[in-house]
């Protein structure tokens, strides 16, 4: 007999299969007995009749507990009104645990008591559906950037150096008691990497120090950082637009399932498709100014001064797809970016908003290429050139235009879901007063 997974039923419609996994609910009705089996993959109904079993296995059933696992092996069967569309006729009942009284029942909890949980909390069907579409969006961008020619590198996750030079950063000690930083960015050692590779991507863990309670900020998350030489800023955002349309196409494709489940409306993903408007950050400050009107729980900005996501809820609200804001004033960027020629005050940079208030999911830009601004940059951003001497190396040696991006993955699934909170995005996310589970 076969092992399957639910995922794979409609595949085995009609045959005898066994499944392995774990009680999601249980309930008796006399000579029928119904439990909702989960895997996984996903879940379907399992029916046993006291007439098609033995007297000890419909015994064996009425001892099921809430998260038992089990191990079942019956006839697949189409039923529409089942969940996932089809059920299991249970001939046979293996139970491999009864588990205990399960903290987490089909009534409503509160978030802190779920968050307590967490560990049991990523079962329930909906936390399940949120963690495969995570898997399909990561996958879905290993594979894009493979098959454009980028070859995955790894940076650093304790630095000696901060990527953007300031400050939220978190120090330990170094085994020779030098300071260390867990990493910001892998940004400036896959430059490195794309002299030497050409293009090139990082995809790891970053951390951020700052005491933010936001519903967009972990302390912990992960981000694909793309790198490649010769790359000017037109190359960086359409990069970005294509990468951006196949994963949402991908996620709409595949995981149709899953989003409805959690119940994303995918209307706005379908309008996911090149081109995504662009508008110059002057562009923006004015449409904000425009847009304000007394009582809004938002002040607009003077030019230079940096976005807060309120600002970047208000202007995505004005999009159905993701928008690119370029050209940011030089002095609320990272030291690296390059000037824009027709205009050294701003930078040849862009952040893409997502649309339906979820903000900023990537942050990109040319790199400075000329050795000599860049040491200006040094000196302007207080940072010393030993420190950074390997960095400056890159501009000393076959230097190149170049550019890429950060994107944020538990943003990207906070969007393509349609969470209110980057807390559901991740199996255990680190938020400012969460350290455990």
Known sequence: MKWVTVSHLPQHKGETVELRGWVQNYRSSGKIQFIIFRDGTGVCQAVLFIKDVPPEVFEAGKRLTQESSIIIRGTVRKDDRAPGGYEIGVKELEIVQIAEEYPITPKEHGTEFLMDHRHLWVRSTRQAAILRIRNEITMAIHQFLQENGFVLTESPILMGTSAEG??????????????????????????ATAMALGRVYTFGPTFRAEKSKTRRHLIEFWMVEPEAAYFTHEDNMKLQEEMVTYVVQRVLERRAADLKVIGRDTTMLEKVKPPFPRITYTEAVEMLQ?????????????????????????????????????KFPAKVKAFYMQPDPENPDVVLGADLLAPEGYGEI??????????????????????????????????????????????GIERTVAWICGLEHVRETIPFPRLLNRLHP
């Open 166 to 191: 300031g400050a939220n950063l978190f120090e330990t000690t170094y085994v020779n008691d030098e300071p260390a930083y867990l990493s910001q960015s892998g940004q400036l050692y896959v430059e």
């Open 290 to 326: 425009r847009l304000h009107k007394p009582g809004d729980d938002w002040d607009p900005i003077p030019w230079g001064e940096d976005f807060g996501a309120p600002h970047e809820t208000v202007i995505t609200q004005q999009f159905e797809k993701p928008v690119f804001v370029e």
């Open 362 to 407: 990537i942050g990109g830009s040319e790199r400075i290429n000329d050795p000599e601004l860049l040491k200006r940059r040094f000196e302007e951003h207080g940072l010393d050139m030993e420190t950074y001497g390997w960095y400056y190396d890159l501009r000393r040696f076959g230097t190149v235009p170049h550019a890429g991006f950060g994107l």
